[in-house]
């Protein structure tokens, strides 16, 4: 099975990290491979570059589908899941994204889980995302630890004990079992927090591998009846020209 | 006042067509301008394409923020709302989607409304967006005329047959109290169809515009404190490296 | 345009306040008239009063539709919008309740606000409000300044002291983006407090003036199509006889 | 123990019906007395008639608090609960409306029941209650007979051979354990439909009078601390003065 | 009317002051006989005390079904409300949990209301049954005094003592009109607390038999229509070999 | 890694059929066994028939976890996910229930999707399942094809039949992406259903094997922090005295 993991920023350290996370929770017969647009944001903290990342993820996406390389299943991993309808519609493979990854890996083994992502003002892309998958009333709270992403490449130690430092707060305030960290960039603080910690520390990189191993192991790929159907070919102009007349199918 | 209308996909004729929608209903204050962007689909039909159109959208805004004809409102006009918070990010000024702006019209006439859009698989995006906003409880049934949204402009005749067949389904089934059209290119059907259906219709680019209008009447703009403050500047790679370190305020 | 302002209550000194706060938003077509109910409350802070005032309130709709000066939109200018499905179904044009108003325009500018009302005691009457609306998920919070009505006008420098402080406990605490003031006699401190605050602050009268010119603009006007029509004529016995048989239309 | 059935319109014969619905299921200790206000509509069937409805059913409370018949419980037997929490605030005894008094006995019954009311446009008014009081999803639909209110009086026959068919609809087509009637005035024809209907036939007076008798029998009164208080003494002007400087408690 | 009390634990102590003060609020012609299962747990604290505790409930309304001395309606005294649809399934009458009653209850005499329970750990279990029963917005919060179950019975002083502080941290920070106790074991206590906090203490053992009297004074019991119905007889084996073709009705 | 598939029901060949269906998609070094319990009923179709399984499940955990034959993960083989929060309480390994599985497998590929159960009586199991799980707003519709559970078994063919053309119903008229099927039982039909309808059918048993592959992949096991700890170790009395003092961990 090959799981293409997409990193939606361009910077390559942080696909690497993602890349290895992804590799280490992987079952015998997976093959992760983690790629990068060539062109958008080195990090995501905004809908700005959310909506920006997006046109990378699918056309990462288009470009496996039309590669020789068949690609099982996918994985955005940037927890405000850019593109991800989007990319669903351009291939039969399923799609899942990293944050609705690690909700549904969070209610599986907690009645109630809180998130910590990075900058506060990302947290809103996180509350919706909760309202639009149904897991609001399991989240007890959405936590900023206010570090930058690629603090989390450059500056690791401090990032990792203030990341530390808000775990341990949602653990005694919010009345949880579970954590669920609120960034891609975290991938590789998985076992580190958990140590740290004392309660279940949940990752959307790796969930999402799992998730993708799942469903490709069921041969459920996402639903081209309705509304996640190929798009209707058509022209596009301009510099997205290319998907002129998509043919993908 | 100065209200830019963006069509978010690249069909001039529609961009013409919205453009005279939203002057027809302007203030006498008011210079609409319309545009669209010079890259991406010809009509908006799927999270593809509406991804793609996103970033149109806040090029577009972005533009007109460094431009010399300063610009008091946006609206951007897909039944979508593509591109929306990123766009609010990038500016002081308020943004209106069209989608949004219809059901805030439809709730303060009515107590129920319907939908009624081109494509049976663009209605789930009007279903999200009612759960976004608020306004599920409201709305009784989001339907499908089955028209492409071209059709609208290569295909009038047939196009507005069926959207009145299916606006008098709804008036007869739903229990409803207005009709909400689910497409910026219905933009100049409002008067045929209220004298066809005989009940309130609501069109998304003139309350858009009535809304921008209110707003910045009220000098209220986008909040710029807290999660759609200006996106922290960074580094962009490729086609949209001429995002790097964005200067926006 | 002619919008009658009603400001619910019989305190004339508000009904003035509010009738200049509503002029000075007014666009230059606008006629804004500001009137009072000739029977209820001198302020409205409870269910109580509330229920007093939705009599007046529908009777000055009542006065107007018979009266010579015809109105094209109407503002119920008290934060519970008392009495406001009543008013819709006496008339075809447009009633904006200031609560709903103010709603509206906090969900256009941010994505989560917060309420800054009076009385503690009326709290519940702005969060009932916002479930029926739907905007319950984008308000984080009600708070109270716990500032008598009248004292708006009778004590204006505590009462705008005590607001302050509340709003920017609000700002600090509540991680939103714009504040709703939650109450019809604070129509004058806008200004005022947005200077002090230092992120938006949505007054109610002003957001419905603006909000019926957006729909009288668009010809817009309450559905007589459904639950809103106008009420059957029946006869009414005592001192509401007057509205025995009535005739609207 | 006293309780006072208030029917909250001016019509005698309903009076009577419901009166005498109320005493047939009272128990042996229970006083039943019923009365109308003084002045309203003769029958409630729209968001008007309701507003009217609502001043007279406070006073009417106000009346037996300042009586010397103590009250022990209220029942406001209109299906639309006006005046619900105007009348609680005047009050330490409980206040019941039948709307919500029938809504609460059909849960413990059932898991899913319908609504059959008189006539379609006030099937919005159960619509708004069973959201305000948490009920919506255990409603399957709110259907409506198309019975003016009156014609239950006037012209019973045919209201009750309507009201059978749309019953039996209900029961064919919903998927529901219980019927929940929408009206005070089919307060008498509980047996008649639970014997045609052959599932539990819910009806909101007998529901009230129950309900006030379970609160008063634990000396459960309406909860005096919060936003139920009594309301503030003000002055009131015109036709409401004698409301001046209230003094209840 | 003869009210059958089950007391879901197998603490006889705990029966013995359930049926008492299920007595001492019960009508002049009600009979409460309070019984306990022969199996299960001394005290239901964990979802596995309450899966095991449902079969003891379930069993004890099979028994009553088949006894000599019929029941007009039970309740179930724990606030879990163990076994409630299953107790509902295999009787005619109505079966009440002492959850749902607090809740409704508190409901109609607030608009507001916390619970205040034994540990922490069963929050959860009334956290769920407020979003099932639609009470999730009408409840501020769940909280907990730290007392196991049995320390109710066995050293009460400390444990009222703690109530009494957690019931007062809620009337200070929760904005309440009500106060819902949330464990049968404090069936006793309403008066003392109520004395103590100064705003209405509600308690589900009185009123769920306040609202078992009101059901069956209207002759409402569960439906057996629908999903309700008896069960379909069929084979059980081993240890509930007895309930193979189960013949209730 | 070892699963446990546990059938909630005491049927042999529906536990045989279960745990086939459960190996065809385990991964290569997964191996599943398949177990039922001892005693309890031969299907489930109730209310009753579910909350006397949940003790067989929990029991079924407990002999596992005391067991020589270590289990990494459970699955609970019946579509109204019996004692799921009882079991995880018990273990530390994650417990995954049929309808949850499936739930989450179904919103990863599709936006919306119906459930196909058996009898319609056991849709109140699935709706509320969906509710309290977040799904409610995914789930278009639930349906039965009033197939009673064993038929599944003894009349395979007019079952599949049924089960058809109830979900051709679902495609043809609900608006889906996908179809959920509402029953363990079905677990070995999801090829020839896949294949008979044209869109993906979900199926909860090979769901929640790849859920626990998944999670225990992840070395994610049901947090013991919070309120899914182990229970609290106590007497219990009768036929289930040997949960006395219980010790797990």
Chains 1, 2, 3, 4, 5, 6 share one sequence.
Do not use: W
Not at 34 to 47: D, F, R
């Amino acid at each position: 099975m090959h799981i293409r993991v997409i990193n939606p920023n361009t910077t390559r350290g942080m696909t690497d990290t993602i890349g290895k996370a992804a590799a280490s929770v992987a079952a015998p017969g997976t093959r992760i491979t983690a790629t990068q647009p060539a062109s958008g944001p080195v990090s995501i903290e905004s809908h700005f570059d959310e909506a920006i990342s997006a046109v990378g993820v699918v056309e990462e996406v288009l470009a496996a589908e039309r590669g020789e390389d068949p690609v099982d299943a996918y994985v955005i991993a940037c927890f405000g899941d850019p593109g991800l309808l989007a990319a669903r519609e351009v291939t039969r493979a399923p799609v899942i994204g990293i944050a609705e990854a690690a909700f549904h890996m969070a209610t599986l083994i907690s009645t109630r889980f809180s998130v910590v992502t990075t900058l506060g003002r990302t947290g809103i892309i996180a509350e919706h995302l909760l309202e639009n998958y149904g897991f609001s009333h399991h989240c007890r709270r959405v936590r900023a630890a206010e570090i930058p992403v690629l603090d989390l490449e450059e500056n690791p130690d401090l990032a990792v004990e203030r990341l530390i430092d808000e775990c341990l707060r949602a653990k005694k305030e919010d009345n949880i079992g579970a954590i669920v960290l609120g960034c891609g960039g975290m991938a590789d603080l998985t076992d580190q927090l958990t140590d740290a910690i004392g309660l279940p520390i949940i990752e959307g990189v790796s969930s999402g591998v799992k998730l993708a191993e799942a469903l490709a192991g069921l041969k459920l790929g996402t639903s081209k009846y309705g509304d996640l159907a190929y798009p209707r070919p058509k022209p596009f102009t301009g510099q997205f020209e290319h998907h002129s007349n998509i043919k993908i199918q």
